[in-house]
């Protein structure tokens, strides 16, 4: 989490549902894509974020970033905009950003290159079901990437609070104030990755072509 504050929120959890690994030759890919849902509890959020940033969900300029390692990639942040005083629960707080159009799909440069896909979202009351979907591949090298190729996946499941700034006329970017997630606060190293204690994983050099399930779903 860098140098930014970060806290662990009761009742915002992350359950894993289902997954599969497969391979993709005509990219030279592998590609895994798992489902899971991430849990909320909206009273828990509200007396959180209110202790950081008074009247959060109250300003138009105030903004929420989710921050979903391992799931997909929001571009930016999105602004409570017309929504701010209206979000009274978690199923409206996740329709702030489950627009997939706002994640990146794009491949990243340089050695095992990562792409993810734009996640299926699908708020379900105080539950969003993510499908999500994470390819591998060389860059350079153009040879066929290899299972044993693939890193130690952490699965996050985080939101980023940041709070708006006016100096009139202007509207300056949101800053963020605190993020909050279902991970503990301490780091743990695993596998030679460095994660929040508590956070879901897989070894994915460890897999095999087919479904990903329960058992290869590590506690960190």
């Given at each position: 989490?860098?140098?930014?504050?970060?806290?662990?929120?009761?009742?915002?959890?992350?359950?894993?549902?289902?997954?599969?690994?497969?391979?993709?030759?005509?990219?030279?890919a592998?590609?895994?894509?798992?489902?899971?849902?991430?849990?909320?509890?909206?009273?828990?959020?509200?007396?959180?974020a209110?202790?950081?940033?008074?009247?959060?969900?109250?300003?138009?300029?105030?903004?929420?970033?989710?921050?979903?390692?391992?799931?997909?990639?929001?571009?930016?942040?999105?602004?409570?905009?017309?929504?701010?005083?209206?979000?009274?629960?978690?199923?409206?707080?996740?329709?702030?950003?489950?627009?997939?159009?706002?994640?990146?799909?794009?491949?990243?440069?340089?050695?095992?290159?990562?792409?993810?896909?734009?996640?299926?979202?699908?708020?379900?009351?105080?539950?969003?079901?993510?499908?999500?979907?994470q390819?591998?591949?060389?860059?350079?090298?153009?040879?066929?990437v290899?299972?044993?190729?693939?890193?130690?996946?952490?699965?996050?499941?985080?939101?980023?609070?940041?709070?708006?700034?006016?100096?009139?006329?202007?509207?300056?970017?949101?800053?963020?104030?605190?993020?909050?997630?279902?991970?503990?606060?301490?780091?743990?190293?695993?596998?030679?990755?460095?994660?929040?204690?508590?956070?879901?994983?897989?070894?994915?050099?460890?897999?095999?072509?087919?479904?990903?399930?329960?058992?290869?779903?590590?506690?960190?």
């Amino acid at each position: 989490m860098s140098d930014r504050l970060y806290r662990r929120l009761e009742g915002m959890a992350l359950e894993f549902v289902s997954g599969v690994l497969e391979e993709k030759p005509a990219e030279g890919a592998i590609g895994y894509t798992v489902t899971f849902k991430l849990l909320l509890d909206f009273t828990h959020f509200v007396h959180m974020a209110n202790r950081y940033i008074p009247g959060y969900l109250e300003s138009p300029i105030n903004a929420i970033r989710p921050e979903l390692g391992g799931l997909a990639y929001h571009l930016s942040y999105d602004y409570f905009s017309g929504a701010a005083g209206n979000i009274h629960s978690s199923q409206a707080l996740f329709n702030i950003f489950s627009n997939p159009e706002f994640y990146m799909s794009e491949w990243s440069s340089g050695g095992l290159s990562r792409r993810y896909a734009n996640p299926d979202l699908k708020v379900e009351g105080n539950e969003l079901i993510i499908k999500a979907t994470q390819d591998f591949r060389w860059d350079k090298d153009k040879r066929q990437v290899v299972i044993g190729d693939l890193p130690v996946i952490g699965f996050n499941w985080a939101l980023n609070l940041l709070q708006g700034h006016t100096t009139a006329p202007d509207i300056q970017a949101p800053t963020t104030k605190v993020v909050l997630g279902y991970a503990q606060e301490d780091s743990v190293i695993v596998e030679g990755a460095k994660m929040l204690r508590g956070t879901l994983y897989m070894t994915a050099s460890k897999l095999r072509f087919g479904a990903i399930t329960a058992s290869d779903i590590k506690v960190a």
